[in-house]
């Protein structure tokens, strides 16, 4: 056994994954990135949640908003999602125009790797997903991590996992450089769920 393992949260991951599994299946090929790391350097973040959303084929619209003030939204939150009440079952469309949207905090998006800002797009649209198959685990952040994992987004969530960045949090503006550690799992956590996928 590995460093660390035995500390990993066995049972809720094989639980919550067993039933994503069972919604979305088990062989997901890792995502290609390439795309996805051109538009990062670019500053497309849109565009980054745009092919994202292809990926994971979710064909409704998602409003993307940019947010400067650091006092709006979940706190040391990089991205987030809200109105999920407007997604419609997966595969129709929302007949009355209405539709979630996902915040992307401006400045921490300016100097956070690109791994851990594409794995933080796919933890919000994996809630959208999960949502618009009317899943119990839509609210679950560790299902969600998980969801995102299976996806093909596992080596983004392990190589984004720490990082250090400049946040708008706090009353200490502008503020300090510091660590951020992002997602819901350990590394050893992300590394179990890999191997139960993989198997």
Same mark, same amino acid.
């Given at each position: 056994?590995?460093?660390g393992?035995?500390? %990993?949260?066995?049972?809720? *991951? ?6 994503? *599994?069972?919604?979305?299946g #088990?062989?997901?090929?890792?995502? &290609?990135?390439? $795309?996805l790391?051109?538009l990062?350097?670019?500053? =497309? ?6 092919? %994202?959303? #292809?990926?994971?084929r979710?064909?409704?619209? %998602?409003?993307v ?5 650091? #006092? @709006?939204?979940? $706190? ?10 407007f ?9 009355r ?5 996902? @915040? ?8 956070m ?7 933080? *797009?796919?933890h ?11 899943s =119990?685990?839509?609210? &679950? /952040? =560790? ?5 995102a *994992? ?5 080596t ?10 400049? @946040? ?6 502008p503020?300090?450089?510091s ?11 992300i %590394?179990?769920? /890999? ?5």
């Amino acid at each position: 056994m590995e460093p660390g393992m035995a500390t %990993i949260r066995s049972k809720l *991951i094989e639980d919550r994954l067993g039933k994503l *599994i069972n919604m979305f299946g #088990r062989m997901h090929d890792p995502v &290609d990135v390439l $795309e996805l790391i051109r538009l990062f350097e670019k500053h =497309e973040f849109r565009g980054m949640v745009a092919v %994202i959303k #292809r990926q994971m084929r979710l064909s409704m619209p %998602i409003r993307v908003c940019y947010v400067n003030d650091p #006092r @709006y939204g979940p $706190e040391k939150c990089v991205a987030w999602v809200d109105g999920l009440n407007f997604v419609p079952f997966f595969g129709t469309q929302n007949i009355r125009g209405e539709m979630a949207s996902m @915040y992307l905090r401006q400045h921490a998006l300016v100097d956070m790797p690109s791994p851990s800002l594409i794995f933080a *797009i796919a933890h919000e649209l994996a809630h959208v997903l999960l949502t618009a198959f009317r899943s =119990e685990l839509n609210t &679950d /952040e =560790e299902a969600t991590d998980l969801l995102a *994992i299976l996806l093909g987004y596992g080596t983004c969530y392990a190589a984004g996992k720490t990082y250090q960045c400049k @946040y708008p949090f706090g009353a200490n503006f502008p503020f300090e450089r510091s660590e951020f550690t992002s997602g819901y799992l350990s590394i050893d956590e992300i %590394i179990y769920a /890999e191997m139960l996928i993989r198997r």
